[in-house]
DNA sequence: AGATTGAACGATTTGTTGATTATTCAGAAA
DNA sequence: TTTCTGAATAATCAACAAATCGTTCAATCT
């Protein structure tokens, strides 16, 4: 099983540099398999298609994003408020730079998205379980306090929807998206009702 | 200018006939002038281009549903939080259901919010008046405090974004779209903070 | 046997051509 | 003059052919 794994690496390794190179509607199944000297056939042994291997690549990267985001949410000396700022702002800035710097990534985002909806919802499933786990230290603290904590992650995820494919859904610049995230985050956490406003200054104030 | 207003008028409808007919796509310039009894040049008098006509037509209909909204904002003897759940649902459900039974209007708010995208912004703002109207409204009878009302509608709006138009961003059913919005209002209003709960569940028990 | 190939297949894309259509504008009609 | 026309224009679309590419699988190799 090692071998397999090596071959496997191999290909994903090529396409990695073929997609980033040319895009990946741009790279074809036989020049990955000619970079790993093997037919195209052989390619369907080790991945069911060509999206398999995007999608690949796509687990790989995201899973080094995933350690780091579970990183921020459990930081110690920082209160939830904070935590849940860094987690969310990371979210959105890494988003923001790879898609802005790279149309490769863009269209690999693009393709896998709209062809693989389920990858969307299993990259969204990952972070609600380190938001759970926010949501359930800061309630030990006394800072949070929900009922459900899996559909209250669920509908802070669905507030922050527009901050997690920034330039699919609107043409806004970082500064402004980053203050319009601030700006919700900060209605989810303190609410609209009086003494919010009283809480949030107080504990403002206190630092 | 009378007779202009007329004229306008009639090429407005004749052009909602045809687009609601034959999609917006399908009806060219030449069969509205010719419904018109004039020559498609003589459109351009009255309209700068084909997309201002169906412009005028979406914002025809959008103003009844503005009036609708403004409505349900000041309805008396209902609290915020009622008056909130009413205008974000009445705008998520009439949406939902424009645009699921009537593939012409999606063709159109297609075409629209893709090549106007100041459209959707009018539109937004629009909503954003009423919005703070209410929010003015609630702060006076002491139901909600913001200390900047028109940011902290826009921030509203951001969070509730995907109910917008709801079948353009998800494929989320009806049901499952409500069940969400009704989970962000809360969060919203009542915020994750621990006296939130409590804030809320003796607001539903002095019903 | 199992692993690998590469030609064959069907789907998708690309390139090209011709027609359709939004828009303009010189001039006709009022 | 002002209002309108309809032919001219340029952009877009539709249709079809050719080529390309993802995928499969019978045959070949180890």
């Known amino acids: 099983m090692a071998v397999k794994d090596t071959v496997r690496e191999c290909i994903v390794d090529a396409a990695k540099k073929r ?14 398999a000619s970079d790993c000297a093997m037919s195209p056939g052989n390619l369907y042994r080790f991945f069911p298609g060509k999206l398999d291997i995007a999608e690949a690549i796509a687990t790989e990267d995201y899973s080094r994003h995933l ?42 985002a693009r393709v896998i998205s ?10 969204l499933e990952n972070e609600r379980k380190i938001l759970i786990e926010l949501l359930d230290e800061a309630e030990r603290r006394g800072e949070f306090a929900t009922a459900d904590k899996q559909f209250t992650a669920e509908m802070v995820q669905s507030a922050t929807m527009k901050f ?22 900060n209605l989810l956490i303190d609410g609209l009702c009086p003494d919010a406003a009283a809480r949030h200054s107080a504990a403002r104030a206190a630092e």
């Open 19 to 32: 997609f980033s190179h040319f895009g990946y509607a741009k790279t074809t199944m036989a020049e990955v």
């Open 67 to 108: 350690d780091h985001l579970r990183k921020l949410a459990i930081q110690p000396g920082k209160n939830a408020r904070d935590r849940l700022h860094d987690l969310l702002f990371e979210e959105l800035r890494r988003t923001y730079h790879k898609l802005e710097r790279d149309p490769r990534a863009f269209e690999m």
């Open 114 to 123: 709209q062809e693989r909806p389920s990858f969307a919802n299993w990259m």
């Open 164 to 185: 997690r494919y920034p330039q699919l859904w609107s043409k806004l610049t970082l500064p402004k998206l980053e203050r319009e995230l601030e700006g919700v985050m």
